[in-house]
């Protein structure tokens, strides 16, 4: 997926995007917007080195994001799932369905939480920063 941004500030290699919200984002739901946000800010992989104020083009991977929906929404209903079997099958009694949802639930987001600090590193779920379109026009006026 391919976005226009501004970059708001620049960290070592990485850069932080505003993003203005789009029409169809609202039909969506998927993405970052909070609602009622018309943008929202996030963190990109700076390859062409851009700076602030700068308008760039920068693109996610479309498999990384897949994977992040799958992780954060499809495994939480599989465990339900789960919860409802063991209540139904070994427990017998449905009573213990919601504590094993949730206990399986906060368990799950807690390996979440743990294992999402070694993907941080990881470049390849991050946005990255793939075109300049505009520099920024004031930074290169004041230095000359």
């Given at each position: 997926m391919r976005?226009?941004?501004?970059?708001?500030?620049?960290?070592?290699?990485?850069?932080?995007?505003?993003?203005?919200?789009?029409?169809?984002?609202?039909k969506c739901g998927l993405c970052l917007f909070p609602k009622g946000a018309s943008a929202a800010e996030f963190s990109a992989l700076n390859t062409p080195k851009a700076k602030e104020g700068?308008?760039?083009?920068?693109?996610?991977?479309?498999?990384?994001?897949?994977?992040?929906?799958?992780?954060?929404?499809?495994?939480?209903?599989?465990?339900?799932?789960?919860?409802?079997?063991?209540?139904?099958?070994?427990?017998?009694?449905?009573?213990?369905i919601p504590l094993i949802s949730v206990i399986l639930i906060v368990l799950w987001y807690t390996i979440l939480a743990v294992t999402d600090k070694k993907f941080k590193n990881k470049t390849k779920f991050f946005a990255e920063i793939v075109e300049i379109i505009c520099e920024n026009i004031k930074e290169e006026e004041n230095n000359e």
């Open positions: 976005e226009k941004g501004l970059v708001t500030s620049v960290k070592g290699n990485f850069a932080t995007v505003r993003v203005d919200k789009k029409s169809e984002c609202d700068d308008t760039v083009i920068i693109e996610t991977s479309v498999k990384a994001s897949l994977i992040s929906v799958l992780l954060v929404f499809l495994v939480p209903l599989i465990l339900i799932g789960i919860a409802v079997l063991i209540g139904m099958f070994i427990l017998n009694s449905e009573i213990w």
